[in-house]
């Protein structure tokens, strides 16, 4: 990326913290003042982060949407998050409620500030309300043709799951949810990080959500689908989370296998 950083001169007080802090090294102290070794760097914006006297701007950027440190309300209990993701289920009951516009617009914000690898952003987000029909029943002849060939494939090979008892018919992707969340991108990593920050906050907000693993794989062979979406031949639909206002009550959380851990 070229360099957007520009320093106040004025500002700044050669303390080097933002030299150190660096992750491409690119800021270097001349003179008792931060200066940029290079015009390329990859635009993170730790120096804004780390700035004691905010002497760092990022042009093309909204400068505005940077937020003090408050200790009062920055940073999670412990416990409470680790209670809400021992508490969460995959949603399949939802109200008949759409969900406000401004609402999903927050849940995308948890993954537009969720870090990706080199910094490159590369991630993007369909919302689907009134065209998941359209999407669900493209999905549904994509897979309806995948199961036979699996329904073949497992008389010569034991396959990891049994595909004879789905039952492919409206619904089966969606379970009726009113909007979906389709995440592109090239980098399934960054793609799906930013998927689980999203999932939190919608938590976090009363909706319920469900990772709909199997409308991935229906779009990612779909050319009909592909070009609906616009992707391109590098980007894939990466997660899908279908959400709304759960029509089930859940009373507690559930077990799990130990985890298997090596202390080296």
């Not at 969900?99 to 995308?108: A, D, G, L, Q, R």
């Not at 990593?189 to 909706?207: F, P, Q």
């Not at 279908?242 to 080296?264: F, L, Q, S």
Request: hydrophobic share 40%; net charge positive; glycine share 6%.
């Amino acid at each position: 990326m070229n360099s957007t950083v520009k320093i106040d001169i004025e500002k700044c007080i050669g303390c080097g913290l933002c030299c150190k802090d660096c992750p491409h090294h690119v800021l270097v102290l001349q003179n008792g003042k931060a200066a940029m070794l290079a015009e390329k760097c990859l635009e993170c914006g730790h120096c804004v982060a780390i700035c004691p006297k905010d002497a760092f701007i990022m042009s093309g950027h909204d400068m505005n949407e940077v937020k003090t440190y408050d200790k009062n309300t920055f940073g999670i209990d412990e416990d409470i998050l680790l209670n809400t993701i021992q508490f969460r289920r995959s949603v399949r009951h939802y109200k008949d409620t759409q969900i406000e516009k401004e609402v999903i617009k927050k849940i995308i914000e948890a993954g537009r500030f969720t870090p990706t690898g080199s910094n490159k952003q590369r991630i993007r987000y369909i919302v689907a309300q009134k065209s998941i029909p359209i999407f669900e029943d493209e999905a549904l002849k994509t897979f309806k043709k995948l199961k036979r060939l699996l329904e073949i494939v497992s008389k010569f090979i034991k396959l990891p799951y049994d595909v004879s008892g789905y039952k492919l018919e409206p619904g089966f992707f969606f379970h009726g949810a009113p909007t979906a969340l389709f995440i592109i991108s090239d980098d399934d990593v960054d793609a799906s990080l930013a998927s689980m920050s999203m999932e939190l906050m919608a938590e976090s907000m009363g909706l319920g959500t469900l990772y709909v693993g199997f409308f991935a794989v229906a779009a990612k062979r779909s050319k009909r689908i592909r070009k609906e979406l616009g992707l391109t031949k590098k980007e894939n639909v990466v997660t899908c989370l279908a959400m709304g206002y759960p029509d089930v009550k859940y009373m507690r959380t559930v077990p799990r296998k130990k985890a298997e851990i090596e202390w080296r």
